[in-house]
């Protein structure tokens, strides 16, 4: 793969500072929808809505048919269907539509970086599953911030050094 041009160096960097804030609001997003799906689709089938009769916060029960069992959530062709009961704003479906564009803009933020950085795609789609597997977001940060840091350091020290290392060293007959 052919390295970053130097030019490209500014956009790498603030590639990366909004992959950093797409990634950790994308993994705080992912986690709550686990948890929200966790309080939906156990034996508590319960959902979280703002206002509305229950006060300012509440859990609402959602009726579940027959059908609906624990491991229905892994099977998309089960005929599970839940009926929320609550009233006033469904925070729980308001999780759910907010992790899925956050989702779209962690992918944007993703493919920039990956794109400036002119990785491999396999480096892409593992980018792209901390968006859906929970917490690798996070890891993926960390590990992916060290990683571009480093890399840019390393880039811009080699030329310093270069012309320097490259002058000839005077002769002692130049000396005199």
């Known amino acids: ?14 590639a990366l500072k909004f992959y950093q804030v797409a990634s950790i609001i994308t993994g705080v997003g992912l986690l709550l929808l686990v948890a929200e799906m966790v309080l939906k689709y156990t034996p508590l ?3 979280l809505f703002l206002g509305g009769s229950g006060g300012f916060l ?8 027959p059908e609906c069992q624990w491991f229905s959530l892994f099977f998309p062709g089960s005929d599970c269907e839940m009926i929320s009961t609550g009233d006033g704003f469904n925070l729980s479906l308001f999780i759910l539509v907010a992790h899925g564009w956050f989702y779209v803009v962690y992918l944007f933020a993703c493919f920039r970086v990956w794109s400036l950085m002119r990785w ?8 792209a599953l901390g968006g859906v597997v929970p917490l690798l977001s996070f ?8 990683q571009v840091r480093s890399y840019l350091a ?5 030329p310093a050094a270069t012309p320097a290392a490259s002058t000839p060293a005077p002769s002692p007959e130049s000396t005199r």
């Open 154 to 158: 390393e880039r811009e020290a080699a």
């Open 58 to 65: 509440w859990f609402a029960p959602a009726i579940a048919g």
């Open 139 to 146: 890891f993926l940060e960390v590990r992916v911030a060290r």
């Open 45 to 47: 089938h319960v959902e």
């Open 1 to 14: 793969m052919p390295e970053p041009r130097l030019a490209s160096f500014p956009k790498i960097r603030g």
């Open 120 to 127: 491999a795609f396999p480096r892409f789609l593992l980018l």
